[in-house]
Structure formats: C-alpha cells, structure tokens
C-alpha cells in the first residue's frame, strides 16, 4: 500500500498570541491521533506542528491511501433468541442482519460463542478501511471541534454556503484558507466552509510571491520561508528570535544580556511571522526609576526585551522584535522609542509622585480599602497580621525582632495604596521597599515589606531574612486561618485566595527554617485574632485547617520521592513541629529497609488491633504477674532497649531510635507465638495488655509503624 507525507493547514486571521502555541499543537495533535485509530496513520508516524499568527498546520509522515481492510465480529442476539426450535432463522433474527446488510443466507455462515452464561449469534464480516479523504475529514473535524479555543467568534460566509452573507460557521478566527496535500496531490475535503487546495499565503507584506502555491507536503516549512517569508514553525520562529536576541545584545557590548522571560518569548513568537531584532534605547534620565517599573512597563505593555549589563543593572537600550525586515530600519526603531518615552514617563512621574508620601502615612487609607466582606478592610487585616507577627518574633526572637516585624507588618501593605502600585499591581512589595528605604526605615523592615509575599510559587526562594520570615508566616497564617474561618474554602478547581499556595508557603518556611512553633499552637493564636467576627468558626479555622496542610504536606513528601506508606507513618501521629518532619521521614526510610521492620510493622499494627478492643487497659505492667517465659523476655528486652530508644529520641536521632527498637523482633515474635494475651484470669490479661501498650508506645513515638504493614 503506498504511504506518503500529509499536509493540513488553516489559514486564518490573526490568532490569539497566548493561547497560539497551545492551539498548534492541539490541532496537529487531534489529527495525528484521529487518523491513527482509523488505521491511516502508523504509530511511528512523524508529527510537526506548525503554528504562526496567521496560521495552524500539521504535517505527519507515513500516512495510507486507504486503510486496511477489518475484520469485524458483531453480537447479533442469544441462539435461543435467534434460531427457533426447528432450527430456522427467527423474524428478529433475519430483522437484524437485514440492518446489517445480509439477509438469510448468511445465517448458515453465523458463528456461535458463548457471551456469559448463554450462547450468542455473532456475524462476522470485513469492513472496507476509510480513504483518506473519509478518514481526514473526519480527523479534521475531530481536530476543530477539540481545539482549546479560548473564545469562540462567529462569522458569516460569503461563498460556497447554502445562503452566502447568511450562513455562518464558529471558530477562534474567521478562516480563509484550507491546503490538505498528500505528497503533491490535493486531498478534496472541506471544513469551515472551504475546500482544500494548495494556495496559501505569506507575510503580509514580504512575501515573495501571493499566493504561494504549494508543490508537495514535504515542500512546506521551505517553501513557506522561501517564497511567503514565513517561519511556520512556531520552535523554529522561537529559535529564531531567542537567537537574534542573543547576537544583538553581544552587538551592544558591555556584557549585556536581553532578559530572560519564557512567556514573554512565547508571546512575541506568536505576534511576528519573521523576526527582525532591532537596537533602541531611551533617555538616561529614566534608570533613576527602580529598574522593575521600567521593565514591567516595557515586557507588560510594549513587548520589548530590557537589556541589563553585567552586574543585572537595567540599560538605556532594549530590543525589539520586528515583523519587518526594512532596508533602513530607522523609522521602525525611531517609532518604537518614541512609543515607549511616555511609558516611562508614566512610571516616573509615578515615583515621584509616591515618594512625596511616607508609607507611614498611608496606612490609615487602608481602612477604606475592602479586603472581605465578611472579614473587613486591609486595615482591619493589618492589624491582625501585626499581632500574629509580633507573637510568632516572641517566640523565636528578642524584643528587637519583635519591634522590626510588627513595623514591617504594619507597613507591608501600605504601597497597596500607592499610584505606583495602582498602575502595576504585579510590583507589590517591591514598591514598599523602596519607599520604605526612602522613608530612612532599617534594611530588614524594608526588605522584609518586598519579602513577605514570598515564596510566591513553586520553587520561590523564601524571605531573606528574619524579619520578612516572621512577617511572610504571620501573612499566610491570617489568610488561611480567615478564610477557613468563614468557610471560604478552595474546591477542586478554584482557589481564588491561593489557599494551597499559601499553604505550601507555611509548610516551606517552618520545615527549611527549622522553626520551634507547634502548628496547633500557631493556628489557635491565629484564630484568636478574629475574635468577633460574625460567622467565624475556629473549629474549622484550627482542625480542619491543620487537616488542609497535613494533607499539602503529604503530597509534597510524595512528590519528593516518599512512599505513601512512608508519609503516611510519620503524619498520622500529626506532627506539631513540622521542622522535625524531614527528620522523622528520614528515620522511618532507614527503619523500613531494615529486615526486621516487616515484621514489626505487622506486630505493631496486631498490637493496635488488640488495644482497640481493650478500652480498660492501661500501661501498668506488674513484673509478679508475668509467667510465660516468652513475656518475661519481652519485658526484660524491654527494659533495656526502650530507655535506650527514648533517651535517642529525647536527643533528636530518631533514626538511632528506631534501629535500636528493631532489636525487640525476635522477642515479640516469640510472644505472639507462646502467650495467649486475652487469658480468662482478669490480673494476667490486664498485665499483658499493659505490656503490649508499653510496647505500642514506645514503637510509635517517632512514627505509626503499623502504617508499613502491607
């Protein structure tokens, strides 16, 4: 059967750039797998993707003519259903293989199986496979129909519809041209109102022939940057630029560097067709304004590339990527500087403006600033976060940490108010720095206000020093503790307050920084700061929410490598000092590749069966009561080894601790083996019930070992 390459493409008007790379892949994506489940396509079959502004393309090697003939089984009915007792067809059966396209000479040719308890009728017979003209236009529809569209338009069709000017078709871009080719050969499908040819067209206005007319699939990505100046690959183009990128900063000299932003590169790469990096800068004067508000105004608003020297100090030059390649490029740089002077105009009059205003003076404006409508202002908010900061420095600090993180609280959200922060909300915290420095604050205060919103996603570095720790804890803590509180809580696709994150914040800067607070301890003097707030329950403030961060943690171990049986024995006991965590898993992991942990594990866990149907046992243990030999040395083993393993656990070594109470296996096993723990005599049974809860307590200080039976 012969196989070629296959081309498919849509022209369309300009996509939207965000979603563009998203989009190409979808589309390619859906054709290559709808055509491999009708057998047209191999599995081996080579996909490219192209995706630029004005269009989406596939291209996929190793595709059939035809696909291959199969052989297909279908249940018809039960024999007793279809056959009567004579032996002759049944109305209903010769009903069913008329709907099939036979009739009754096809009964004598019916296989008999068994389908469950009954034996059934199946016909047996060869599907022809799709052409590949049946089978693309159902891919293509397939591939439409399942794009990521992140709005959808609708538009009229002028021609080759039932009611041209009436007829309308919905998609991300009205569409104006269809290709679909089959090694040189056109594939007659339709989609979106057009039939398929092989004209396309180029750039705008460097293409060097309009239309470009395609010779074969495989002369596409070159003749697209031949004669339509086009890269059509949306890698390529991306490529591309990140090189041009590269080579005009080395042009500009002085170790610059274009600064490094993926997203910002993804989204440029969707707006341009053929990138032509251009050199432009702006006045000297404006590198007084904090070197973010410039790069955000030119990345934010412009989609320019800031150019920073050696030492990551923004310059008076920045790069453009251009859609046009103009012999003289004067005018296309001279319009974009000009474009941008009044951005930066904007930012510093901004600045300047702000700095003519102390941060102090602008906390009482957040009191007319709604933070919840159930849990009041950001000055109300402040307030709380003040006292939570304070307390949480008591406990870790002296009075001067105290009085630093209770300023930096009471300070973090006041640039919130600022017309600086007004225009780029994105430069929170970082604004607050500067003016604070401005304002002649200490250096920790000031950079405890940019800090406190840290870590602020996955992988974040945490606050630099104590002070924003402090501060950064008593933030997140205030946020979870509210929103739990009034029953504000994340579901399985919203989480409009970034509670997990916030979570995940808590859990980073507790355990990295090895912080002695109790998380119950931390969550009950949170709650205590909403004292009187209508429809606040601690109850969920405090218990269910430390269940939310048990729970963050615990597919945080998982991701870190853990084992679930693993994360599972070290949080169930609900440790308080999550610092300690890292450790307790570390010693547990130890204690499991031990040869006597399986069995212990199981013990332990028989143990906790047995204690859970004995509620009137207590740990007593009378020596005078003990008669079994196996129990005598069980309890002679364990007055050796746990003093021993609690003196190790008292010091921090959990996993000596563990290892030391694995010497305990043979004389446990050989307890389960010689004494009947339930004896009739109530003084025998409660003493060993006692011993086996010495036991229990003393394998389970570091961990719920019984959480590693299998």
Known sequence: ????????????????????????????????????????????????????????????????????????????????????????????????????????????????????????????????????????????AEAIAKLPIPKVMSYQLESGCEMPGWSSVSFVRPAHGLVALYGDAVVPIEALGLKAGRETHGHRFEAAVDPVV???????????????????SFEARRAEIARQLAAAAVKVGGGSVPIHDDALLDEVTALVERPNVLVCSFEREFLEVPQECLILTMKANQKYFPLLDASSRLTNRFLVVSNISPDDASAVIGGNERVVRPRLADAKFFFDQDRKKSLASRVESLGKVVYHNKLGTQGERVERVMRIARGIAEKIGDTALAAHATQAAQLAKADLVTDMVGEFPELQGTMGRYYALHDGLDASVADAIEDHYKPRFAGDELPRNSVGLVVALADKLETLVGMFGIGNLPTGDRDPFALRRHALGVIRMLIEKDLPLGLDALLQDTAAQFSGIAGF??????????????????????????????????????????????????AVRAFAALPAAAALAAANKRIGNILKKAPEADAHVSELLLQEPAEKALHAAMAQVVPAANAQFEAGDYTASLQTLA????????????????????????????????????????????????
């Open 537 to 586: 329950e601690s109850s969920r403030a405090t218990g269910e929410l430390q269940d939310f961060i048990l729970d963050r943690l615990a597919g945080s171990l998982r991701e870190q490598g853990a084992s679930a049986q693993e994360v599972d024995a070290v949080l169930a006991p609900r440790p308080q000092r999550l610092g300690e965590v890292p450790k307790l898993l570390a």
């Open 214 to 232: 395609l010779r074969d699939a495989n002369s596409y990505a070159l003749q697209m940057q031949e004669d339509g100046a086009v890269i059509a």
């Open 1 to 140: 059967m012969n196989k070629n390459s296959l081309l498919v493409e849509l022209f369309v008007e300009e996509l939207p750039p965000k979603a563009l790379k998203k989009l190409g892949d979808a589309f390619a994506g859906v054709l290559r797998e709808q055509l491999v489940a009708q057998g047209l396509a191999e599995v081996g079959s080579v996909l490219t993707a192209y995706a630029s502004p004005r269009r989406l393309a596939a291209h996929l090697t190793h595709v059939a003519e035809r696909a291959a003939d199969k052989a297909v089984s279908q249940k018809l009915m039960p024999v007793a259903v279809g056959i009567d007792a004579s032996g002759q067809p049944t109305p209903a059966l010769l009903k069913r293989l008329g709907a099939l396209g036979a009739d009754a000479s096809a009964v004598p040719g019916l296989k008999r199986a068994m389908d469950g308890k009954a034996e059934a009728l199946f016909y047996e017979s060869t599907a022809k496979g799709a052409t590949l003209a049946e089978g693309l236009q159902k891919a293509l």
């Open 663 to 710: 010497a305990l296996r043979e004389p446990v096993d050989a307890f389960f083996d010689g004494v009947m723990v339930n004896a009739e005599q109530a003084d025998l049974r409660l003493n060993r019930l006692g011993l086996l809860m010495s036991l229990h307590t003393a394998m389970n200080r570091v961990a719920q070992l019984e959480r590693l039976a299998v």
